[in-house]
């Protein structure tokens, strides 16, 4: 009984929670529209807080923040956008526009060869997608070894036969990219430095020499994180150095 | 008896001045360890046997000499004899000359011992007369020094005046050195007219001319020595040689003048919240860091100025750079300085102008710089930030290298496909989704879904086995169509076993939906003839299609007339049989 009134109440709470989501980010729009840029960026932080998100949520928000200049935030967010939708055009227009007003100028250094085309193929779909790819495959293998195991003609066993193995090939090929792509997920950590200038040392301390400095708004990825106030970060052309954690904000909010 | 004290008087006095004295005198008491000291030794009679003291701390550069003197003035007679030596001290400290003797008329005199201290050596002495030692008591140079305590960095100022007596007079000069301020940056102020300004020197008239000006500004902390400034000057002296017209001649001397070493002692910049960003200025500035347009097109050029204006060490400290968005394209800055330099230190402006040209459109943020200099007069540093700026670049095109492809460790930039090439506006529509991630990939069900197929497998090979098992059975397989067959047909029949109506009604639609199932017959064309003619064309034996039409036909007799229980359970058996053996014989 008593769990019966919880499930209805959570149902009724969640329900008058996304309406009002959906009253503030009218809201927002609205001050948006008008040009009340701090006011909207209000409102669409409220909807964060209350646990939900989407990319149109995280492109206006990050639209407010460059209407203030406000570099970091706004880098942030259209970054979180595209984690949500990494093929938006209209986040990676914007985004061009916020990476204008960035100072630091790093090359990517550019993969070659194999492991490009590799990588390229894994990241071609999501992890969720591989795996329901190497399911279905599956299932077509099974399907088509029975169809091999028990037709009686010699060309339809033939031809059963090589379909279905070639499945089964296929579906561990899209599993272990679903693994590659799990990894590299897990392995991609990447934070935007939100401090105005930050001094990267060598070392995880104040004591130690200037590796090299930062400004507001560059991707970083994160390497490991030491005594909680020091994080290692790596840019895009392969340079490592340690930055004041306060100094960055994490994407991937774990 | 008036007359008698009279000349007892006189003879007393006589007698009195006829006493024998025998001094030691000495020319001075201090001298210089360089300097020599003459001592005397004098008596007013005639002695012998002269004894000096034993000189030990001395060397007796001179002497003994003697000298003897008689005088007969007014009838008075004066005698002296004085034997005197020249000594050189030997070392420096206090010395004792000691006693000497002579005998005189018999009698033994002694002198008092005489201390002399001898100091470190000094000047030679002075002749007062010497042209060489009247122009030099009457020429000095003095290097004036601001402040003897400035900090790195402050400006100090060096005047050399020359001072020189009233009664004196220079002809010409010449710089044998000139001072080289290694620790200092320095610039000499140029002395347009050499006034003569009437002054007093140690407290004597003077007058003064200011050769020289130089402002420095320490670069190094500790104690700094600036060397001193050495001129060969032609000097006029006067001497004690007069004219005929009674007017003293002068006479021309070379005299060099140095004024002394003065030593500095700089304090270092405190260290107690010092900027990071401090680059050494010290003085009183302004900062302003400007741009000549906020608004124009991609490719147009635009300047951006960092100035620095006030005073202080200008030219000594370097100009905060500009920090500028990679997007844009920066020029090397020019450096441009308006700065003079007085008796105060140097004053004026420096700037950098950039030339910046952004070849996209897109806002543009100046960052805020800060300029950090010391303020000497509240001894505090003071940090100046310049206001952010932003550049609106409002036609041309869109950067388009942006947009890394995220969420991988492989960033590929690739061209975005743009829309109209502009800012996108806001959305006015969306789905909310938890911020909690699910996924499918490592699920159970994920897991179920890949694992399933292979555990079907087996069970559906498995499966078929048993089927071409039960296929093979031949007797099996009859019972098992049978029953499947009645379970089909006959199981309203069945239900209705014993109430003889409904049984037979039932028996007789089942018999009917068989046949339009299998035959595809209508209900309108069902006869029996017909029936049999279409089983006998599906070539079913004889005996199966009397069974059948038997069964037809006592479906429709059973309405006329009465049927047992073991009647209608025959007939039910013996449809259940020519169905199956029907359904058998169409098959095939």
Same mark, same amino acid.
């Given at each position: 009984m008593v769990r019966k009134i919880v499930c209805i109440l959570t149902i009724v709470l969640s329900v008058s929670l996304g309406a009002q989501n959906e009253v503030l980010f009218d809201a927002g729009n609205k001050s948006y529209n008008n040009g009340n840029y701090q006011q909207a960026i209000e409102s669409y932080e409220r909807i964060l807080s209350s646990g939900v998100h989407s990319t149109e949520l995280y492109f206006n928000l990050a639209n407010a923040y460059y209407k203030l200049n406000r570099i970091a935030p706004s880098i942030y967010y259209y970054e979180k956008a595209l984690q949500l939708s990494p093929k938006n055009k209209d986040v990676k227009a914007n985004l061009s526009f916020a990476q204008n007003m960035t100072i630091d100028d790093i090359e990517s250094v550019p993969e070659i060869g194999l492991s490009r085309i590799g990588k390229n193929m894994v990241n071609a779909f999501s992890f969720d997608t591989w795996a329901l790819f190497s399911i279905v495959l599956v299932m077509v293998f099974a399907a088509l070894f029975l169809g091999y195991y028990f037709s009686s003609t010699t060309t339809k066993k033939r031809l059963a036969f090589i379909v279905s193995s070639s499945a089964i090939i296929l579906a561990m090929v899209s599993l272990f990219f679903a693994y590659q792509k799990h990894h590299y997920v897990q392995k991609d950590n990447p934070a935007i430095v939100f401090a105005k200038e930050t001094d990267i040392k060598?070392?995880?301390?104040?004591?130690s020499e200037v590796a090299f400095t930062l400004h507001e708004g560059t991707k970083v990825q994160v390497l490991e994180v030491y005594d909680e106030n020091w994080t290692k970060i790596k840019l895009a052309d392969g340079k490592t150095g340690w930055i004041p954690s306060e100094d960055i904000k994490l994407l991937n909010n774990i | 008896m008036k007359l008698k004290l009279h000349i007892i008087a006189f003879l007393i006095t006589c007698f009195a001045s006829a006493q024998v004295t025998f001094e030691a005198k000495v020319s001075k008491k201090k001298l210089g360890i360089n300097e020599r000291l003459r001592i005397d030794f004098v008596m007013n009679g005639d002695g012998d046997n002269f004894t000096p003291p034993s000189?030990?701390?001395?060397?007796?550069?001179?002497?003994p000499s003697q000298n003897i003197s008689r005088q007969w003035v007014n009838g008075v007679k004066s005698f002296s004899k004085t034997y005197s030596y020249f000594l050189a001290p030997k070392k420096r400290g206090k010395f004792t000359i000691g006693q000497s003797t002579i005998e005189i008329d018999g009698e033994v005199y002694k002198t008092l011992p005489i201390t002399i201290e001898v100091t470190a050596a000094i000047d030679k002495?002075?002749? %007062?007369? *010497?042209p060489n030692y009247i122009a030099s008591q009457s020429i000095h140079l003095v290097a004036e020094v601001s402040k003897t305590n400035p900090y790195l960095n402050e400006a100090i100022t060096v005047v050399y005046k020359l001072y020189i007596s009233p009664n004196t007079g220079v002809e010409t000069w010449r710089e044998l050195d000139n001072p080289r301020y290694s620790d200092f940056w320095s610039q000499n102020i140029n002395v347009k007219e050499l006034k003569l300004v009437n002054s007093t020197f140690n407290g004597e008239d003077y007058r003064y001319v200011v050769l020289r000006k130089t402002v420095l500004y320490p670069q190094k902390t500790g104690k700094l020595n600036i060397e001193p400034l050495t001129l060969d000057i032609k000097v006029q002296v006067p001497t004690n040689r007069r004219d005929i017209f009674g007017s003293r001649l002068l006479k021309t001397v070379h005299r060099t003048v140095a004024a002394g070493n003065r030593t500095i002692n700089v304090k270092p910049l405190p260290?107690?919240?010092? %900027?990071? *960003?401090?680059?050494?200025a010290v003085g009183s500035f302004d900062f302003e860091v400007s741009t000549n347009k906020s608004e124009l097109k991609a490719t147009e050029a635009l300047q951006a100025t960092i100035k620095v204006s006030g005073k202080g060490n200008l030219k000594l400290f370097e100009l905060p750079k500009l920090t500028l968005p990679s997007s844009l394209e920066v020029y090397e800055p020019e450096h441009s300085e308006k700065i003079s330099t007085n008796l105060s230190g140097m004053q004026g402006q420096m700037s950098n102008t950039y030339t910046i040209v952004p070849s996209y459109q897109g806002k543009y943020p100046i960052p805020s710089v800060s300029f950090s200099y010391f303020d000497l007069t509240t001894k505090k540093y003071k940090t100046i930030n310049s206001k952010e700026l932003v550049i609106n670049v409002n036609e041309g095109p869109i950067?388009?290298?942006?947009?890394?492809?995220?969420?991988?460790?492989?960033i590929i930039k690739e061209p975005i496909a743009q829309s109209g090439g502009q800012f996108m506006s806001f959305k006015t529509t969306t789905n909310f989704i938890s911020k909690e991630p699910s996924y499918f990939f490592k699920s159970k069900l994920f897991w179920v879904l890949l694992l399933a197929p292979f555990l079907i497998l087996p069970i559906a090979i498995f499966l078929r086995h048993k089927k071409e098992e039960r296929d093979n059975d031949v007797v099996g397989n009859k019972v098992r169509t049978a029953n499947k067959l009645a379970r089909k047909y006959l199981s309203e029949a069945k239900k209705a076993l014993g109430k003889k109506e409904a049984f037979y009604n039932a028996l007789e639609r089942a018999l009917h939906n068989y046949l339009k199932s299998k035959?595809?017959?209508?209900?309108?064309?069902?006869s029996k003839d017909k029936i049999e003619q279409l089983l006998t064309n599906k070539s079913v034996n004889g005996d199966a299609i009397t069974g059948f039409i038997d069964l037809l036909k006592s479906c429709e007799l059973a309405r006329y007339t009465p049927f047992s229980n073991v009647e209608m359970q025959q007939d039910y058996s013996k449809a259940a049989r020519v169905i199956s053996i029907i359904d058998k014989q169409i098959r095939r």
């Open positions: 060598t070392d995880p301390n104040l004591r | 000189f030990e701390d001395f060397t007796i550069a001179a002497g002495p002075k002749d %007062p007369n *010497d260290e107690a919240g010092k %900027p990071l *960003d401090f680059s050494g950067n388009n290298n942006a947009g890394d492809n995220s969420n991988t460790s492989t035959l595809h017959i209508e209900t309108s064309d069902f």
